[in-house]
């Protein structure tokens, strides 16, 4: 398991990073980084699932500048981690409904650092502000790699220790007899459609034609739905 | 040190004169350097310390090169306060590097600058976070609603998205390069105009075909009642949201509600 938590924290730490240091290319949303952990423990495809449950979610967390919203790079890795763990070694519809909330948590705390990490880059560069206004190169690049070490730290961190409280928990929850697991993936997808949905309006009703297409895609798409579950 | 220290820029008086050419290996820098324009981002400056970071290289084009006056004096004018979006940051940084070495007064540069923040961010926000990002990740869900492998999934979104961030990012440089103090007339330009809005109906109709796709294969083989019933379960938790728009926030509030269920199906066990 060390072994599995080591590789979980410097994968977190670097999807971590690319939320906001670099190279925001966006490896570090969910439907990414839960594939990517479900892979390091043996099962992309359950580290998808639990990744496209995630993404459902960050929809309505988008990162707007100075906003504050749930980081995802250093959580999703571990989530989609746990769900392929717990489903290595007992059923998937428990191990995703830990695996699920516990990412929304990990990402919350993770938004929590950022603050923190914003806030200590601050202190970094107003005790160099007399450099900068000298216009120090040493200084300027200075604080960019501090700032960007910070953050693959603070990514890594997080990562080790969720991995560390997430694995054994979900080892532990995903062999548990439960009547009711069958409702546990119903329960977060339709969850996760609503608040996608629900972000989807908030994000584009403002633009003018967009009811229209959003009615043919959920045409196209509900017409699918009928064809497929046939 | 770089060899184009050594060999300062002719400078032009006005952006109708010759564009100079910035050497490939300062280009080469800058954009490399712009992947990094937030690392230090904080509450104080913003991302002024990565404008500063990402102008450099071009600034040793200055006469007098690395350490010179006109060098210390334009890194210090473009290390203070700074926001806009990270992406369309590359405008800023090429048409305050144009701005340098054609050696505009200092004070003109700095009303420039501060007048491109408002502007570089909104845009920004519009077709990035609120176009693209949710644009891509709807097409990447409804390829996983028809059955695509996780491989497919996850490479259509990063390649589909970084097509698109990656251009912004060159194309922006270039804009604030080709413009110089003019490049507000570049805010206009198509892409920037119709982009958003070309964007948000391309997300709306994906978002309205791939969460219910999504949702059936989530619920893999449930059915057609199943999934029915948990579509409908989520279009009234999409209503119910959307009234409350603004003072409750979703995933706020299945952090709580999956915890809560998870805890319940332990205890029906026990």
Not at chain 2, 116 to 126: A, H, M, N, T, Y
Not at chain 2, 186 to 211: D, S
Not at chain 2, 260 to 266: P, Y
């Amino acid at each position: 398991m060390i072994v599995d938590v080591l590789v979980l924290g410097v994968l977190g730490a670097v999807l971590g990073l690319d939320v906001v240091s670099f190279p925001q290319a966006q490896i570090s949303r969910p439907i990414v980084a839960a594939t990517l952990g479900g892979a390091v423990m043996g099962n992309a495809g359950t580290g998808l699932v639990c990744g496209v449950l995630l993404e459902l979610f960050a929809h309505e967390t988008l990162p707007f500048g100075a906003s504050r919203y749930p980081e995802w790079g250093s959580s999703s890795p571990v989530a989609g981690a746990a769900a392929a763990a717990g489903a290595s070694v007992g059923e998937l519809p428990m191990a995703l409904l830990f695996a699920v909330p516990f990412g929304l948590l990990t990402a919350s705390v993770g938004g929590w650092s950022m603050v923190q990490l914003r806030q200590l880059n601050a202190r970094l560069a107003r005790r160099r502000l007399d450099a900068l206004a000298r216009g120090s190169a040493r200084t300027v690049a200075g604080l960019q790699v501090a700032g960007a070490t910070a953050d693959l730290v603070r990514a890594g961190l997080i990562s080790i220790v969720a991995a560390t409280c997430a694995l054994p928990a979900v080892r532990w929850i995903a062999v548990q007899s439960a009547p009711l697991s069958a409702y546990a993936i119903p329960l977060l997808a339709s969850m996760g459609g609503a608040v996608a949905a629900g972000a989807a309006w908030k994000m584009f009703h403002s633009t003018s034609g967009t009811r229209w297409f959003g009615l043919a895609g959920l045409a196209l798409g509900t017409g699918l739905v009928l064809l497929m579950t046939r | 040190m770089d060899d184009t220290t050594t060999a300062p820029l002719t400078r032009p008086a006005s952006a109708d004169v010759r564009l100079p050419q910035l050497p490939l290996a300062t280009r080469v820098a800058m954009i490399s350097r712009l992947f990094a324009v937030q690392a230090s981002w904080n509450y104080e400056i913003l991302i002024g310390n990565g404008i500063g970071f990402c102008v450099e290289p071009a600034l040793r084009l200055l006469p007098g090169g690395v350490g010179g006056d006109a060098y210390r004096a334009a890194l210090a004018r473009q290390s203070q306060y700074f926001n806009a979006h990270p992406y369309l940051s590359s405008v800023a940084v090429g048409a305050l590097v144009r701005a340098e070495l054609e050696g505009q007064p200092a004070a003109r540069i700095e009303r420039f600058r501060t007048a491109l923040c408002g502007p570089l961010g909104s845009v920004g926000d519009r077709l990035v976070w609120v176009g693209l990002l949710p644009t891509c990740s709807f097409s990447s869900l409804f390829l996983f609603g028809l059955g695509a492998s996780p491989l497919v999934c996850v490479l259509v979104f990063l390649l589909w998205y970084n097509a698109g961030h990656i251009a912004l990012r060159l194309w922006g440089l270039q804009m604030g390069w080709e413009k110089g103090l003019g490049v507000a007339a570049a805010l206009g330009h198509p892409i920037l105009r119709a982009g958003p809005v070309w964007l948000a109906r391309a997300g709306t109709f994906l978002a309205g075909a791939a969460i219910p796709l999504t949702v059936m294969r989530l619920v893999d083989g449930g059915g057609l009642v199943r999934t029915g019933i948990t579509l409908v379960t989520a279009a009234a938790g999409a209503g119910t949201l959307v009234l409350f728009h603004g003072r409750v926030e979703g995933w706020r509030l299945a952090l709580l509600a999956g915890f809560a269920a998870l805890v319940l199906f332990l205890l029906r066990h026990a």
